[in-house]
């Protein structure tokens, strides 16, 4: 069997690590001929993210309360059955994995400050709204006798 193509970065030099990944593998539906009913080939990958000491503890933090409703005794799990391959299926469920942690300890975005809308601009969207209407109001049908 081919290598795995990971390490998978969630950010920057923090990975997945490869040791804290439980893998689950069955049969999938979906396409694959008479191979469908021999192969195991659906891929459910889980994560223990409270015991995890991969990730840096604000980032673990902020997983941990965002990711809340998906977690299962502190372990987040993601399926994969795309593909009829179950090596494609690993590498799209650690993908996914990666990519849902990366998410889940970004930190927030910055608050929007509020700003004044121009006077100017204000005017000029009043005016041409009038204009507007002027226009519609001289298609009324009552003066086309």
């Known amino acids: 069997m081919e290598r ?9 030099s923090v990975t997945l690590p ?8 069955s049969r999938s539906s979906g396409p694959g001929g008479q191979h469908v009913n021999t192969s195991d080939s659906q891929v459910e990958l889980r ?14 933090e902020r997983a ?3 990711l809340a409703g998906r ?17 494609r299926n690993r590498e799209t469920a650690a993908v996914r994995l990666a ?3 990366a998410e889940a300890s970004a930190p ?10 121009p006077r100017g601009i204000n005017e000029r ?21």
């Not at 927030?108 to 809308?117: M, V």
């Open 18 to 25: 490869e040791g804290e990944l439980m893998w689950r593998f």
């Open 47 to 60: 994560f223990d993210l409270a015991a995890t000491e991969a990730l840096p503890p604000v980032w673990k």
């Open 125 to 145: 969207r009043l005016r041409e709204k009038k204009q507007r209407a002027e226009t519609k109001r001289g298609r009324s049908a009552r003066d086309w006798h």
């Open 64 to 66: 941990l309360a965002r």
């Open 71 to 87: 977690l299962v005794d502190g372990v987040v799990s993601v399926r994969a059955s795309e593909h009829r391959s179950q090596w």
């Open 99 to 101: 990519a849902l942690l």
């Open 108 to 117: 927030p975005p910055k608050p929007r400050r509020a700003t004044k809308i």
């Open 4 to 12: 795995m193509s990971g390490p998978y970065v969630i950010r920057g």
